[in-house]
């Protein structure tokens, strides 16, 4: 009696003469490892679980991959940053992957430049407010209780602040490259 084969099986049988190139494999081990870094790294940024854990999670990698998945980590942390909300929580993992000198370096080049951002900030919400108030009075509408408030939910100013928050990234990664820092 002839074998009922399983798709699977079918599927196997003609697929076995395909493997993947060295770049292809090359490309699904980064993969991997940036998924097996990301996992524990979004548990801790959600706050289920310390630094320690995501730092013990690190060394588990395989000795080989534990400088990329600590780079890898730390890119990612770098794209969290928010120049607007509080970073202690990433900070903090960064001092468990490079230590006390690492944190200080990133709070080096951090703060200034979180400064710098919510100074611009004023200044661009002051400026939006003058134009409001001008196209308002342009319109015929004056007076003492009017006020000209920026709206968040404007497309346009959204889209200017994403573009002021990229640029403050950005600016932390181009900090942190500078040997000097």
Same mark, same amino acid.
């Given at each position: 009696?002839?074998?009922?084969?399983?798709?699977?099986?079918?599927?196997?049988?003609?697929?076995?003469?395909?493997?993947?190139?060295?770049?292809?494999?090359?490309?699904?081990?980064?993969?991997?490892?940036?998924?097996?870094?990301?996992?524990? +790294?979004?548990?801790?940024? !959600?706050?289920?679980?310390? &630094?320690? @854990?995501?730092?013990? #999670?690190?060394? /588990?990698? %395989?000795?080989?991959?534990?400088?990329?998945?600590?780079?890898?980590?730390?890119?990612?942390?770098?794209?969290?940053?928010?120049?607007?909300?509080?970073?202690?929580?990433? +900070?903090?993992?960064?001092? !468990?992957?490079?230590?006390? &000198?690492? @944190?200080?370096?990133? #709070?080096?080049? /951090?703060? %200034?430049?979180?400064?710098?951002?919510?100074?611009?900030?004023?200044?661009?919400?002051?400026?939006?407010?003058?134009?409001?108030?001008?196209?308002?009075?342009?319109?015929? +509408?004056?007076?003492?209780?009017?006020?000209?408030?920026?709206?968040?939910?404007?497309?346009?100013?959204?889209?200017?602040?994403?573009?002021?928050?990229?640029?403050?990234?950005?600016?932390?990664?181009?900090?942190?490259?500078?040997?000097?820092?």
């Amino acid at each position: 009696m002839a074998k009922i084969k399983s798709t699977l099986d079918l599927i196997m049988e003609k697929t076995k003469h395909l493997s993947l190139n060295t770049e292809e494999k090359d490309a699904l081990e980064q993969q991997q490892l940036r998924q097996r870094v990301q996992a524990p +790294l979004v548990r801790y940024l !959600k706050g289920e679980r310390d &630094a320690n @854990h995501l730092a013990h #999670e690190l060394n /588990l990698l %395989p000795p080989e991959t534990i400088e990329e998945g600590k780079r890898i980590c730390l890119g990612l942390l770098m794209d969290r940053l928010s120049p607007q909300e509080d970073n202690g929580r990433i +900070l903090a993992a960064v001092e !468990k992957i490079l230590g006390e &000198a690492g @944190h200080e370096r990133w #709070e080096k080049v /951090l703060a %200034p430049l979180q400064r710098q951002f919510l100074d611009g900030l004023k200044q661009a919400r002051e400026a939006a407010a003058d134009r409001c108030r001008e196209a308002l009075a342009a319109a015929g +509408l004056k007076g003492p209780a009017l006020l000209a408030r920026v709206d968040e939910q404007d497309p346009t100013w959204k889209e200017k602040q994403e573009t002021r928050i990229q640029a403050f990234r950005a600016s932390v990664k181009t900090g942190l490259q500078d040997p000097q820092m």
